[in-house]
């Protein structure tokens, strides 16, 4: 059976340690740090750095890969829930609770999501998670618990706007979460779907909202004239 072979110990925990140190340096600076603050903040050799990651782009791919064992690791705990009967409401919001608390404890994967549009566009990592919130989505609209209109796709964006709040520290960071997942959930329950579907179409959204950006005062816009 092929397969990509794990890394010696002794080259996994230096990744770790390496990846570890780069969660202290992002929330002291941010995602901006050297290979050689790296190395320094982990207590390894510059050397050592190096082999491990040839460039910053491979810690943010790395940090990652990262967040998706993390997010991997949620659905798994979804899926023994399943098992145990638990029912489709439950496991989502099950998924968004988690999905929150690993992005508060983990603020860099929001930052290295962000990144990673930007280093690797056409990435397909994270379909498989995709695919299996879209199960637990379509059981919970099975029973009737979640809105018909909601997809997997909208619970992770849900999931990537509140990524956003993790540039506050604790306790402040926890607390506004837990107050938009709050609302959140409230406009996500199947009964709220009574007052209206999600709007009009995407692309009558957008053009909706550039209308409306480009009838907003033009202070600071290069286009504003004297």
């Not at 967040?67 to 659905?75: N, W």
């Not at 995709?130 to 029973?143: I, S, T």
Request: glycine share 8%.
């Amino acid at each position: 059976m092929s397969g990509k072979r794990a890394p010696r110990p002794e080259i996994a925990r230096s990744i770790r340690q390496l990846l570890d140190a780069a969660e202290r340096l992002f929330e002291l600076q941010g995602l901006e740090f050297s290979l050689n603050e790296l190395a320094h903040e982990a207590g390894l050799g510059v050397a050592t750095c190096y082999r491990r990651f040839q460039s910053h782009d491979d810690v943010v791919r790395a940090l990652h890969g990262r967040a998706h064992e993390a997010f991997t690791a949620i659905f798994d705990e979804l899926d023994a829930e399943v098992a145990d009967g638990a029912d489709g409401w439950s496991t989502i919001t099950g998924y968004l609770e988690r999905a929150v608390a690993t992005n508060n404890a983990h603020p860099i994967f929001a930052a290295t999501a962000r990144r990673m549009a930007r280093i690797e566009p056409g990435s397909t990592a994270g379909e498989d998670l995709v695919l299996r919130l879209a199960a637990h989505v379509a059981r919970a609209q099975a029973e009737g618990s979640l809105r018909t209109d909601v997809t997997a796709i909208d619970l992770m964006t849900l999931m990537t706007e509140l990524g956003v709040l993790t540039v506050f520290p604790e306790p402040a960071r926890s607390a506004m979460s837990v107050r938009q997942l709050q609302i959140m959930l409230a406009g996500l329950r199947a009964e709220s779907q009574r007052f209206g579907d999600l709007g009009r179409d995407p692309v009558e959204g957008i053009a909706h909202l550039r209308a409306l950006a480009t009838a907003l005062p033009s202070v600071g816009r290069s286009d504003s004239g004297a």
